[in-house]
């Protein structure tokens, strides 16, 4: 499989988008989950694709964008600290807290460092055993695994300097809170692929029976997402509400058993702060009595925090899909990639970013202006 | 690449086999010290010790040689084209180059894109205390051989040492003088609504080559940096189209996007780009994929960005194919007098896309 071509075809894109147009009579509106989905729908233009009715309403599925902003401003409080080695992946570090990024504390003196897996990090302790070693461990249940796999990996090397500040989310319950608040307009989901690779779909049969809802597993590429439209779009119209598997060269129904076991051995389920959305109960999952002692927000006593969100920020309203980027009074005025006032701004994956990157700051006349007469299109 | 030489500057020395730093011996006087120390750079005995064992002879030419406080040169008559870069590169040895020839081929490739024929370049060195000397001179043998490439003299340079932990090994900076080509008035303002915009091949190479061995990120891979003096290919293209080509520029940090934007800005017009017509190597977009990274954002040291009248598109593209450094050349999009100070992209998909300016490094995403 050419996984950079292959899912890539612009002719067969074309042929599916002109099916999704066939098959719907009525207007429908259905939420990508995850950030990744948002940002290649918007970077290969598959909302301007679809038939005018199909709506994507983009989810809450950026971690990035979710992790609440009182746990940023506790990474910079433990970051600051003098014989902290602060890691990262690379997202987190413009992530405005109340006062400054992870940028500015490296600026000011801070050890931080962007690392590209958590067992970096559990090396990192080993080589500096005189300094307190802290992985930021953000994401939904797709990096989970790797963050479990760090504290695991750090008891059995019996590293006392290593430790996580975690804020684990999940997809499921915030499927469920969304379908619950007052106001939604959501009608089906195209379920977040990489999370189903891990989770597998068995969670979400009952949320498709108890809310009538059509639920699609799909993937990031052009042709993954005009799929698990077309199948989302298809079940509506008919009046379904199944589970679908529009992903299958990568998720299974069980998904990954030995990630998942190691899950259960490491987190247990809690409470969860979602930026921008509130509370959603048992959303989210921290180290179990076993491996607490890894917990960064136990191991350094952070107090004295002024956590305080922008007044001119709708990231919520934009999170929860009751507004696209561009009707947020402060979008590419007072907030823009360069200034966030919220973290849908930050990251790639972040709704605004994307809007604001991809150029939904132009009107569609001028968007279709654009382009005009382009000839080349041999490789060189 | 060495018929570059011949080109440019016959009396280029050879240098057919490239440095040779496995067999490079430090000479005698220097040996004592096996590691910079602050001496290197205070003014007496060791920092002679360097210029005369190490300096002179890596980069020997009359107007160095004098060792005076400035380089007399006679460049003739015409307009002198000047340019200054400086190099922090981490790691200093990658895949495909260091940067000693980054810190020759940038400063020449400025000058090149902007119309002259690079002469004459200054070398200074910022060395960290304790920094091996083998290392510096496998880095002064680099830029030595970078120097004759390109056929440049290096006529002046400087050291200074700054104490251990305020530096990081080795920082250059270059500046360069050239005499600017009758005729020939690009610049970044003067792209015009009709031009072919042109790019001379691979991109994203030299940021992803570095990236493949950064720390904590080292991956296996086949990709190497592009570092390369475009001087010479970029003599035969203005020999061919002259005032046709209206802009250059060398797509450095940032990558293609940010230069682009640049001269959409520059020149107030639109830039429109085909996606599926930019040439990218196939290690390079995996890696790219893998890391959440956009190859338009990724740096290149040996590429240049050509916008020329539209009837002279296809003889730049020919004259840029038949060099060495240009074999994957690719009409790659035009400029337009909509959507002005915009770079806008034909998706695969057929939509389209704005490509903005990057606020700073691209963050590789976390999932």
């Known amino acids: ?380 | 690449m060495i018929s570059q030489v011949s080109e440019t500057r016959p009396g280029a020395p050879s240098h057919a086999t490239g440095p040779d730093f496995a067999n490079w011996s430090c000479p005698l006087p220097l040996a004592d010290y096996p590691e910079i120390v602050m001496g290197h750079g205070g003014g007496g005995k060791l920092g002679n010790e360097l210029v005369e064992h190490l300096f002179l002879p890596a980069f020997r030419n009359a107007a160095l040689e004098n060792l005076g406080d400035a380089a007399v040169l006679d460049i003739g008559a015409g307009k002198l084209a000047m340019s200054t870069d400086s190099f922090v590169v981490q790691p200093l040895f990658f895949p495909g180059g260091s940067i000693g020839e980054l810190a020759v081929n940038g400063t020449v490739n400025d000058l090149a894109v902007s119309g002259a024929v690079p002469k004459f370049l200054s070398a200074s060195f910022i060395l960290e205390e304790g920094f091996p000397l083998a290392q510096l001179a496998a880095i002064v043998e680099s830029m030595a051989a970078a120097a004759a490439m390109a056929g440049v003299q290096i006529v002046t340079g400087d050291t200074k040492v700054v104490e251990r932990g305020h530096g990081d090994g080795c920082y250059i900076n270059t500046a360069g003088v050239g005499l600017q080509r009758e005729g020939i008035a690009v610049g970044p303002h003067r792209a015009e609504p009709g031009d072919a915009v042109l790019v001379s091949g691979t991109i994203g190479d030299h940021g992803m080559a570095i990236m493949s061995v950064r720390e904590g990120l080292e991956f296996e891979s086949q990709i190497r940096s592009d570092c390369a003096a475009l001087n010479g290919m970029i003599f035969l293209v203005l020999d061919a189209a002259g005032d046709a080509v209206h802009a250059m520029r060398d797509p450095t940090r940032g990558g293609l996007a940010s230069t682009l934007n640049e001269i959409a800005t520059a020149s107030n017009v639109g830039i429109d780009i085909d996606e599926v017509a930019l040439p990218v190597r196939l290690e390079v977009q995996s890696a790219c994929e893998l890391l959440g990274l956009d190859p338009v954002y990724v740096a290149n040291e040996g590429k240049a960005v050509f916008f020329v009248a539209p009837e002279f598109a296809d003889v730049v593209l020919s004259v840029l194919r038949a060099h060495p450094l240009g074999r994957d050349a690719a009409r790659i999009g035009q400029v337009t007098s909509e959507h002005k100070r915009m770079l806008v992209a034909r998706t695969a998909m057929g939509s389209n896309r704005v490509i903005p300016t990057q606020i700073g490094e691209q963050l590789p995403r976390i999932c």
Request: proline share 6%; charged share 20%; hydrophobic share 40%.
């Open chain 1, 1 to 380: 499989m050419k996984y950079l071509t292959e899912f890539r075809n612009g002719e067969i894109a074309q042929r599916m988008a002109r099916e999704i147009a066939q098959i719907a009579t009525r207007p429908w509106k259905i939420m990508e989950v995850c950030g990744g989905q948002t940002h290649s729908i918007i970077k290969n233009g598959i909302d301007q694709m679809l038939p005018p009715g199909i709506e994507m309403i983009h989810g809450p599925g950026c971690p990035v964008c979710v992790t609440p902003l009182e746990l940023i401003d506790k990474a910079l409080a433990i970051a600051a600290q003098p014989g902290v080695i602060f890691c990262s992946f690379g997202d987190m570090l413009r992530v405005p807290g109340t006062e400054g990024d992870l940028f500015q504390v490296k600026g000011k003196g801070g050890d931080v460092r962007v690392v590209y897996s958590p067992l970096d990090a559990v090396d990192l302790a080993q080589k500096n055993p005189d300094k307190q070693v802290v992985f930021f461990g953000v994401g939904f249940e797709t990096t989970a695994p790797a963050n479990a796999m760090s504290v695991r990996a750090a008891k059995m090397r019996g590293l006392k300097n290593f430790s996580l500040l975690v804020s684990h989310v999940l997809v499921p319950p915030a499927i469920e809170a969304i379908l619950q608040s007052p106001g939604n307009q959501v009608q089906g989901f195209l379920l977040a692929g990489h999370v189903c690779t891990v989770m597998g779909y068995w969670e979400y049969p009952p949320i498709a029976e108890q809310y009538h809802v059509p639920l699609v597993v799909t993937g990031f590429e052009p042709l993954d997402l005009l799929d698990g439209i077309r199948r989302a779009v298809i079940q509506l119209e008919r009046g379904e509400a199944r589970v679908e598997n529009a992903y299958e060269r990568i998720v299974y129904y069980a998904g990954n058993l030995e990630a998942q076991q190691l899950l259960a051995r490491v987190f247990e389920v809690t409470d969860r702060a979602w930026r921008g959305i509130g509370v959603i109960p048992n959303s989210g999952w921290r180290l179990n009595a076993e491996y607490r002692e890894f917990d960064a927000e136990q191991r350094f006593q952070i107090s004295g925090i002024h956590t305080e969100e922008s007044a001119l920020c709708h990231a919520g309203d934009v999170l929860r899909g009751v507004i696209k980027p561009a009707q947020c009074p402060a979008f590419g005025k007072e907030c823009t990639p360069r200034h966030p006032l919220g973290a849908t701004m930050v990251s790639s994956e972040g709704a605004c970013a994307a809007y604001f990157n991809y150029g939904r700051f132009m009107s569609a006349e001028e968007l279709a202006g654009a382009g005009k007469g382009l000839a080349v299109t041999s490789h060189g």
